[in-house]
């Protein structure tokens, strides 16, 4: 073996390191053979830094992560590596993978779409943006987010994501903990040295990664920067320069990276907006993690799958913008608030929309507590309801013991009122005889969530 691919741990397991999945500017990650392990190992071997990650690491594995999409730091290298083993699922690589395409591409375009397209980003991003919340809702701040120590799976039919990095983990910060950041993804106030990190750093390094993931872009980086002086680029990175989609200062505009509208929704261009405009060099005005969870969801539950290219897109796009398919039928999901006295024959008339999604011939729909309870969190991704569309009736049935009800109301006719259990009930997608249909999450007596549909 060779000595320069094995290490050790404090407790004497020996690890066999493999292929490298990422490099920082703290050090580097490799996957261990033949387990659900990797090795961080950093570049500073000195006494006190040894003993300062020592510190951290006992503080780290005290802290409550359960149910967090983080890869727990296990055990310290043994000297004279200075380092650690963390948990990490075998088949991942960073999100860099997603963001930054190879040189020797030959169709941009292509390649987007063979890492799972728009959809599978928005979801990605997404959970990371849950797990950072989540992270804040404990009164820690992760410190370092980078497109290269956020990890995906590299099978584009699913979405599992996790943090490494977990020994930056600490509560909030004081000036004296500043400085730890990746170049490009800090804050300008951390570039500036003028603050520690804290959840809005936080924020604004995920900006950078959810713009640049599903863009292919920087956000600061524009034709200004990329064809000047290398000084630019600090000057840009310090919020001295306009951003690259600034409204008025077009200064750093640059036709690089996707059409915005084609891959942010107006809710993620809003909040763009509002974090690399205003938000720059104000940090408070910045959106926290919170407000891009719920973006990054809505934007998700609102794509539509081409039937030619298979691609993803927003269903306000008439064509698909990949390969100018006409966008097939489908049926808008508004999901609404329900009080026992509301008419339904007025009900499309209410504007108090929480959630919009689609819902696409042929491809199963499933309704989470995240639907139906505005819950957050692990607890918000359990299925309770699963929707189908065959091109003339919809279909739904529970995934779980609760009981739902459909509703309808005819014109001068008496109610319909239907249980949905766990067998599928149909109505018309488009119906002629009943005005609309009416999908309630909870028990008509009591105010809740329910489901309007519209054939669009």
Not at 27 to 38: D, K, L, P, Q
Not at 42 to 68: A, C, F, I, P
Not at 70 to 84: Q, S
Not at 100 to 128: D, F, H, S, T
């Amino acid at each position: 073996m060779n000595q320069q691919k094995r290490v050790v741990d404090q407790l004497g397991t020996v690890y066999q390191l493999s292929q490298k999945l990422g490099q920082g500017g703290q050090g580097v990650v490799y996957a261990v053979e033949g387990g659900r392990r990797a090795v961080k190992i950093l570049n500073k071997t000195s006494q006190t830094e040894r003993d300062r990650l020592r510190r951290q690491l006992q503080l780290v594995q005290q802290l409550d992560l359960k149910g967090l999409n983080i890869a727990r730091p296990l055990e310290m290298l043994k000297p004279p590596r200075v380092g650690y083993v963390m948990e990490l699922l075998t088949d991942m690589m960073p999100i860099s993978k997603l963001s930054n395409y190879p040189q020797n591409v030959n169709c941009i375009v292509e390649w987007y779409l063979e890492g799972g397209g728009l959809k599978r980003r928005l979801l990605l991003l997404a959970q990371c943006a849950e797990t950072l919340s989540q992270l804040h809702g404990k009164g820690l701040v992760y410190s370092d987010p980078s497109e290269n120590n956020v990890f995906v799976s590299c099978d584009v039919n699913h979405h599992i994501i996790r943090l490494i990095d977990a020994d930056n983990l600490h509560y909030q910060s004081n000036h004296s903990t500043s400085g730890v950041y990746t170049p490009r993804y800090g804050a300008p106030e951390l570039v500036n040295g003028k603050s520690g990190v804290n959840t809005l750093t936080d924020a604004y390094a995920f900006a950078v990664i959810a713009f640049q993931t599903l863009s292919l872009v920087h956000p600061l980086i524009g034709d200004l920067v990329n064809e000047g002086e290398p000084e630019l680029e600090q000057e840009a990175l310090e919020g001295q320069l306009p951003w690259i989609d600034h409204p008025e200062d077009r200064r750093n505009s640059t036709q690089t990276g996707f059409p915005r509208k084609i891959v942010l929704s107006p809710q993620l261009q809003e909040l763009c907006q509002r974090c690399f405009g205003e938000g720059l060099l104000q940090p408070q005005k910045r959106p926290g993690l919170g407000q891009w969870v719920e973006a990054l969801y809505s934007a998700s539950d609102n794509t539509l799958h081409c039937p030619n290219c298979q691609s993803t897109y927003y269903w306000n796009q008439k064509i698909c913008p990949w390969c100018e398919h006409p966008r097939p039928r489908f049926v808008q999901v508004l999901i609404q608030r329900w009080h026992p006295e509301a008419n339904p024959k007025r009900f499309d008339e209410i504007k108090n929309i929480l959630q919009v999604m689609t819902l696409e011939k042929d491809r199963p729909l499933i309704l989470t507590r995240r639907t139906l309870d505005g819950r957050i969190g692990m607890d918000g991704h359990t299925p309770e309801l699963e929707l189908i569309f065959d091109g003339n009736n919809i279909k739904v049935k529970s995934l779980s013991d609760r009981c739902f009800w459909l509703t309808s109301e005819g014109e001068g006719a008496h109610q319909i009122k239907v249980e949905v259990k766990q067998e599928w009930r149909s109505f018309p997608a488009n119906p002629d005889k009943y005005k609309s249909w009416l999908l309630h999450f909870y028990s008509l007596n009591t105010a809740h969530r329910l489901a309007y549909f519209s054939l669009a």
